[in-house]
């Protein structure tokens, strides 16, 4: 598990409240859609720490709204249980009328869901974004189930920001955490997409036509994929963008254990690790990789092919050991982490160059309690 630096609960109230009304559930409204289906664009739907299942806590659609729903304590403590079956299908949102960026989740944990079928029915078990832009904040989406994205669905030339989250413990018959199909450009920054099965292709991650995800320091680890794509698979133009991200200990039946591409995708690696994913780490002919850490190598400038030395440290998976031949071996612009406050061994290792993996670059300091 990783922690990042989150905002206290008072100053997030504070920023919001000066900007249209707030809602507050369960006091004023008992159910989450009921506040949710009350708001005006720009109000603020206040969650209390809980449990929050049954009618009027899952299924929800903010109706091309623009609201902000937050909970007050952060996902640890605010769960949206859908209680969802193959036999009572439900998931945890469906956005599908417009809404934007300024379209708010913040701070729940969305567990449970479980949908079957086509399109749309079987999309996204925890959430489906379908032709919109929500931004999906310090969320976790966790053992839910889909046809299509167990975790996250995202369809239609949706764009979500989707930031520090974790999508972990999800199944589908592809792409376990994620899907994005149909022209989808989701930014996903400072998240771990961990331990997700598919039955088919991408464990972590399934993109496809069209689909131009960018992906900044992120974790993508020990997902699973009975076919091809343990971490990510790509299809059909798709052409994801990973910076600073790492890859490791994903699984592919067939090939391509860290990233498996077919026809015509073209992904972008810089910054990144990919190490201990089999049978083997890239099975993608057309990827660019630049000044990246490949197991069993990889052609492209700056690119390695050592361990990563990878640590567990205060709560940070796969942080780089002092000396990792991963530090300072980046491109771009420097964490301008001091990371001899990790450590007082990194001081004389990690300097002002960026480093390889999911800690390095100018966004790592997401990573930071």
């Known amino acids: 598990m990783s922690y990042r630096r989150l905002l206290p609960p008072t100053v997030l109230l504070l920023a ?24 005006q664009p720009g109000d603020t739907v206040l969650v209390a720490p809980g449990t929050y299942s049954g009618p009027g806590n899952r299924g929800l659609d903010f109706g091309g709204t623009d609201l902000v729903l937050r909970s007050t304590a952060g996902a640890d403590a605010t769960v949206i249980d859908c209680a969802a079956s193959e036999a009572d299908p439900a998931r945890g949102f469906y956005l599908h009328n417009g809404e934007t960026a300024a379209a708010v989740i ?21 959430i489906c974004c379908n032709g919109t832009s929500p931004t999906l904040r310090n969320c976790i989406f966790q053992e839910n189930h889909a046809w299509l994205g167990g975790g996250i669905h995202c369809t239609s030339s949706a764009h979500p920001l989707i930031e520090n989250c974790t999508i972990r413990n999800n199944e589908a018959d592809y792409g376990g955490g994620v899907y994005c199909i149909y022209d989808c450009t989701p930014t996903l920054r400072n998240c771990l997409i961990n331990d997700n099965h598919a039955n088919g292709n991408g464990g972590g991650m399934n993109i496809r036509i069209g689909s131009t995800p960018a992906i900044t320091n992120c974790t993508i680890a020990r997902n699973n994929a ?9 299809w059909n133009s798709a052409h994801p963008v990973l910076t600073n991200c790492t890859l490791t200990e994903n699984n592919a039946v067939n090939r391509g254990g860290g990233l498996a591409c077919a026809y015509s995708c073209a992904p972008k690696l810089t910054n990144c690790i990919l190490w201990n994913d089999p049978p083997e780490e890239i099975a993608a002919g057309g990827s660019t990789l630049t000044y990246c850490d490949i197991q069993g190598g990889y052609e492209g400038e700056g690119n390695i092919s050592a361990s990563p030395h990878f640590r567990t440290r205060r709560g940070f998976d796969y942080v780089l050991w002092p000396g990792s031949p991963c530090m300072d071996s980046g491109t771009g612009a420097d964490d301008g982490i001091d990371w001899s406050n990790i450590s007082p061994a990194y001081g004389s290792y990690n300097t002002q160059a960026p480093d390889m993996g999911a800690y390095g670059g100018p966004e790592a300091v997401g990573w930071l309690e």
């Open 106 to 126: 913040d701070g729940f944990t969305i567990i449970n869901g479980y949908v079957t079928g086509l399109s749309p029915a079987g999309y996204g078990g925890g």
């Open 226 to 234: 009975d076919d091809e794509g343990g971490g990510i698979y790509c």
């Open 16 to 39: 919001t409240s000066a900007f249209g009304a707030t809602l507050h559930i369960p006091a004023d409204y008992a159910t989450i859609q009921a506040g949710i289906s009350a708001t």
